[in-house]
T-cell receptor
Framework: DVKVTQSSRYLVKRTGEKVFLECVQDMDHENMFWYRQDPGLGLRLIYFSYDVKMKEKGDIPEGYSVSREKKERFSLILESASTNQTSMYLC????????????FGSGTQLSVL | DAKTTQPPSMDCAEGRAANLPCNHSTISGNEYVYWYRQIHSQGPQYIIHGLKNNETNEMASLIITEDRKSSTLILPHATLRDTAVYYCIVRIDNYGQNFVFGPGTRLSVLP
């Protein structure tokens, strides 16, 4: 089975801290995505990447950056965490073709105090 | 990508078929209909997708109307583990394209 692994299930950080959320997939997928999910707002795309060192902004990239140095790993970076970035963060991956199947990780619940 | 409309919530008795509707009246000819579901505290999970014809797999059936303006996801024998939020998404099956998840339908399977 495809596995998308997110490094932490729960994370608590302070305002102003730099935060790294890591995501690793084991199926050699080209595409990787970062979403955040908030009650009443659904899933919103932050960034995605379709190749190593490539990145594209999603709908809400402000306050975030990403890194994809290796094909299997896609990192989300909060340069200076703020309380409005408290959210559930979901990583997903898919093949470049047959992109209908997005495989998601279990999510990281980030709380910024 | 076309917008979808789903009821916010539905109930279904355990063991009965769950029929989840989705309206996508502005769908264009090259847009597919996808269904995902999200069980509490987990990431969304792919269920099924189709273009024109009805589709069936081990999880569910997808019925798309002839004019493609609506579809129904059918879980033939719902179990308590099918309690989840179900998302209907329409999108062009293009390279690198995003999935836009709406609020979905919260399905509660009742014992």
């Amino acid at each position: 089975d495809v596995k998308v692994t997110q490094s932490s299930r729960y994370l608590v950080k302070r305002t102003g801290e730099k935060v790294f959320l890591e995501c690793v997939q084991d199926m050699d997928h080209e595409n990787m995505f970062w979403y955040r999910q908030d009650p009443g707002l659904g899933l919103r795309l932050i960034y995605f990447s379709y190749d190593v060192k490539m990145k594209e902004k999603g709908d809400i990239p402000e306050g975030y950056s990403v890194s994809r140095e290796k094909k299997e790993r896609f990192s989300l970076i909060l340069e200076s965490a703020s309380t409005n970035q408290t959210s559930m963060y979901l990583c997903a991956s898919s093949h470049i073709w047959g992109g209908e199947k997005l495989f998601f990780g279990s999510g990281t619940q980030l709380s910024v105090l | 990508d076309a917008k979808t409309t789903q009821p916010p919530s539905m109930d279904c008795a355990e063991g009965r078929a769950a029929n989840l509707p989705c309206n996508h009246s502005t769908i264009s000819g090259n847009e597919y209909v996808y269904w995902y579901r999200q069980i509490h505290s987990q990431g969304p999970q792919y269920i099924i997708h189709g273009l024109k014809n009805n589709e069936t797999n081990e999880m569910a059936s997808l019925i798309i109307t002839e004019d493609r303006k609506s579809s129904t996801l059918i879980l033939p024998h719902a179990t308590l583990r099918d309690t989840a939020v179900y998302y209907c998404i329409v999108r062009i099956d293009n390279y690198g394209q995003n999935f836009v998840f709406g609020p979905g339908t919260r399905l509660s399977v009742l014992p």
